[in-house]
């Protein structure tokens, strides 16, 4: 059975498409989308082993013309020189402007993939195929496209929607645990910003770090709720001007510890998580969420194997410095999304540089 979810923006909206097998009808998903014939997918060396053939034979087989092409794997080559070898190979097999890039891969992969269509002729199709947990329930839904600037994470990018979203949860069976385990943190997010529900439902479930069985209905139930969580927010409010900056929660701080520590030791999901952590902190300092709730993220956290402290060497006063850097700054105001009951978030620039600093200080 397959779940649709709508995105609903004016005249870009678009279907998120849930179902078990659906990588091998890929190409009937894009058919009806009236496409021109060309298809540049972009995957890296690991996913492509995978599931790479059965992507292209789907598209050949609904009529496209494919080349692919692999980047190398992880964060550290989340780069413009990446995205640089993407226009490479859309100049080599001459994509026009009704062409179509696939992302076939996790959120590295879709950001990139969806900036270089951005841009490729000043925007073409693009249609995200996530594999990883991650990219299902976040990266691949609502258009933040981009790569890292080498002194902050994302600080290069544009939304550029996709034509469709195609979620087949049966890769995740080769998704590496602490990979899993770091998607779980943006699930955990959503229930905290915007559904008490899921939370609870999270709370209730056993071996939340050992959930990569695809046939079970809890992943199904997580995925979908995820993703509907996603289109909500985004369907109000596209571009951020509003609403959209709750999607950051536990990002402040988060993209801080993941920039500065060379995106090697810890996972976007991991860093959210411990993001997540001092986010909660910093509104029980300040008086905006119980002791009681704090307890139970963190908890929820830990229950999922994500770490909850910031690295011991890690100096506080960069991770403050860093925090200018933070796209929701604002007349040079940081500015945190803060937890105020479980489902329920505020956005505050009234959080000082003491408060950030013992609170960092007490997690590390
Ligand atoms: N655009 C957005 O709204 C948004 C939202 C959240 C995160 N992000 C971005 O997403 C990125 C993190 O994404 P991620 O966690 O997916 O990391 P990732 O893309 O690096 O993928 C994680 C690892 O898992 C491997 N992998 C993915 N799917 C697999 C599968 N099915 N089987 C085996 N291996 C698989 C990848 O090769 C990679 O090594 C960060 O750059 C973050 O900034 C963007
Ligand atoms: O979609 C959004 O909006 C988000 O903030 C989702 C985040 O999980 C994601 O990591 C996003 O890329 C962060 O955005 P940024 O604008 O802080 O780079
Ligand atoms: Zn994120």
């Not at 594999?131 to 976040?138: F, G, K, Y």
Request: include cysteine.
């Amino acid at each position: 059975m397959t779940s649709v979810i709508k995105v609903d923006i004016p005249e870009k909206s678009y279907d998120i498409a849930i179902a078990p097998g659906s990588l091998d009808q890929l190409g009937e998903q894009m058919a009806s989308l009236q496409l021109g014939q060309k298809v540049l997918l972009v995957s890296n060396p690991m996913i492509f082993k995978y599931y790479g053939e059965r992507a292209i034979a789907s598209l050949k087989n609904a009529g496209f013309e494919v080349t692919s092409y692999n980047l190398p794997p992880g964060e550290r080559y989340k780069t413009l020189n990446s995205i640089q070898k993407i226009y490479d190979i859309a100049l080599e097999n001459r994509l026009e402007r009704s062409s179509t890039m696939v992302a076939l891969g996790g959120g590295v992969i879709g950001d990139m993939t969806g900036f270089a269509a951005a841009t490729w002729l000043r925007g073409i199709n693009v249609v995200q195929i996530p594999t990883s947990l991650l990219a299902m329930v976040d990266s691949a839904i609502g258009g933040k496209t981009g790569v890292n600037h080498p002194h902050g994470k994302n600080l290069i990018g544009a939304f550029h929607q996709p034509r469709k979203v195609v979620i087949d949860p049966e890769v995740l069976k080769t998704l590496p645990v602490r990979e899993f385990r770091a998607g779980m943190a943006e699930v955990i997010k959503y229930g905290v910003i915007w559904n008490a529900e899921l939370f609870t439902q999270l709370e209730a479930s056993k071996h939340l770090d050992q959930l990569r069985y695809v046939k079970s209905d809890l992943i199904n139930y997580i995925i979908t709720h995820s993703c509907q969580a996603k289109a909500d927010v985004v369907s109000k409010d596209e571009k951020e001007s509003g609403l959209r900056a709750i999607l950051n929660y536990g990002h402040t701080i988060g993209h801080a510890v993941e920039s500065l520590t060379g995106y090697r030791l810890l996972k976007h999901g991991e860093a959210v998580g411990i993001g997540m952590v001092a986010a909660g902190e910093i509104a029980v300092e300040l008086g905006l969420w119980q002791k009681a709730d704090t307890e139970r993220q963190n908890a929820l956290i830990k229950k999922s194997g994500l770490p909850t402290q910031i690295p011991a060497d890690l100096d506080i006063e960069a991770i403050i410095d860093a925090l200018q850097l933070d796209k929701k700054v604002k007349s040079g105001k940081v500015r945190f999304v803060l937890p105020t009951q479980i489902g329920e978030v505020k956005v505050t620039d009234e959080v000082t540089s003491d408060t950030v600093r013992q609170v960092l200080q007490k997690i590390q």
